[in-house]
Nanobody, 128 residues
């Protein structure tokens, strides 16, 4: 059974930083792309940042470029999201998910539909 467990969310003031972690289990972690996504109340779920199975390539939403960094540690089955210069509009539930397709197939890092096996999410609240 594929499982994602996110942690690291919380309440932070605007301009602050948080680091999210997601531990994956159930499939060979190093074979799959990983991603962070977020969903604000009443809004649809959006891509925040994604990373290839090797960590060579990344994709960021325009709204977080230059402020957020995605990384992964394949030895620890963990993907991270370092969030700096947080803004109130970053407030959302943050989810991690795994790519649907293994390293032998193409995963479109910019397409949410290429990811599944969602975690339960972690709340990030940025106060102004």
């Amino acid at each position: 059974q594929v499982q994602m467990v996110e942690s690291g969310g919380g309440l932070v003031q605007a301009g602050g930083s948080l680091r999210l972690s997601c531990v994956a289990s159930g499939r060979t972690f190093s074979d799959y792309a990983m991603g962070w996504f977020r969903q604000a109340p009443g809004k649809k779920r959006l891509i925040v940042a994604t990373i290839t199975w090797s960590g060579t390539y990344t994709y960021y939403a325009d709204s977080v470029k230059g402020r957020f960094t995605i990384s992964r540690d394949n030895a620890k089955n963990t993907v991270f999201l370092q969030m700096n210069s947080l803004k109130p509009e970053d407030t959302a539930v943050y989810y991690c998910a795994q790519g649907k397709y293994g390293s032998s197939s193409y995963t479109n890092l910019a397409d949410l539909a290429d990811f599944d096996s969602w975690g339960q999410g972690t709340q990030v609240t940025v106060s102004s």
